[in-house]
């Protein structure tokens, strides 16, 4: 891997970033009325996507609010009104798989010691899952589940040199770390190539991963710089719950499903 690479995945220490630059980017992002996330999953539950994965197609529908509003203040208010029930779940596919490969204990288990520490990654991750189910389908976001949680195991002291990381630190960080993430993902995807069905059945027989995400660039999502210190247009934090609701690309109060 390249230097750059390095530096900006995690080479630099905490993912090209410096601490002064990370809590300048906390700073900036627009305040919200801040809730612990509980009551999602059992105490020590155990994740097994295989078994998951197993069950019945309805009861592994990916519930999901599509938003016409590209802020991330406005995704992040989203994802927090418990009304809608779209935080991190590990009983959720793309949240299960993530925490799974992760082998962040804390990210899930809420007798962890560090569950507390890491409600940031959660929210990054349960925003950036409900925004690409509507940009996605099921393989995809597989997919992009197992290339997340990977590269929060990568992290580790003797990983690090002969594998592509993500600074789980810098990822824990709201708003800035799913920005950070949705920057690697654009790095490993594929790009468009002249073979692609070749590309695509070589990944097939082999067992590849196949990355072929076409995700939307960055300026367009909620993780872009612009996006992310964006205001919540309208509306002050700690607004009564449903108050998203004007944000809704659908009817309001709707929602949708990917079956999965």
Not at 219 to 239: K, M, V
Request: net charge neutral.
């Amino acid at each position: 891997m390249a230097r750059g690479d390095r530096e900006r995945f995690g080479g630099g220490g905490n993912g090209g970033l410096s601490q002064v630059d990370i809590d300048e980017r906390r700073d900036n992002l627009p305040p919200f009325n801040q809730r612990n996330i509980t009551g999602f999953l059992k105490p020590r539950t155990e994740i097994n996507p295989a078994s998951t994965a197993s069950e019945d197609a309805s009861s592994r529908a990916e519930s999901f609010v599509p938003l016409a509003d590209t802020s991330w203040a406005a995704h992040a208010a989203l994802i927090k009104d418990e009304s809608y029930r779209l935080g991190f779940d590990a009983s959720r596919l793309f949240d299960g798989i993530v925490a799974a490969k992760s082998g962040l204990r804390g990210l899930y288990d809420p007798d962890h010691r560090d569950y507390t520490h890491y409600e940031g990654l959660r929210t990054n991750l349960a925003v950036m899952r409900n925004y690409l189910s509507a940009q996605m389908n099921a393989p995809q976001l597989r997919s992009i589940a197992e290339a997340l949680g990977t590269a929060l195991a990568n992290d580790r002291l003797w990983k690090r040199p002969f594998t592509r990381w993500l600074n789980s630190e810098v990822a824990n960080v709201e708003g800035v770390g799913a920005g950070e993430m949705y920057k690697y993902l654009m790095d490993i995807q594929h790009k468009p190539a002249l073979l692609q069905q070749l590309r695509v059945a070589i990944n097939s027989t082999f067992g590849f991963p196949d990355r072929n995400w076409g995700l939307p660039a960055l300026e367009t999502t909620p993780f872009g710089p612009a996006e992310l210190s964006a205001p919540l247009a309208a509306h002050e934090a700690g607004a009564s719950p449903g108050f998203v609701e004007r944000y809704l690309a659908s009817s309001p109060g709707s929602s949708k499903t990917l079956a999965l």
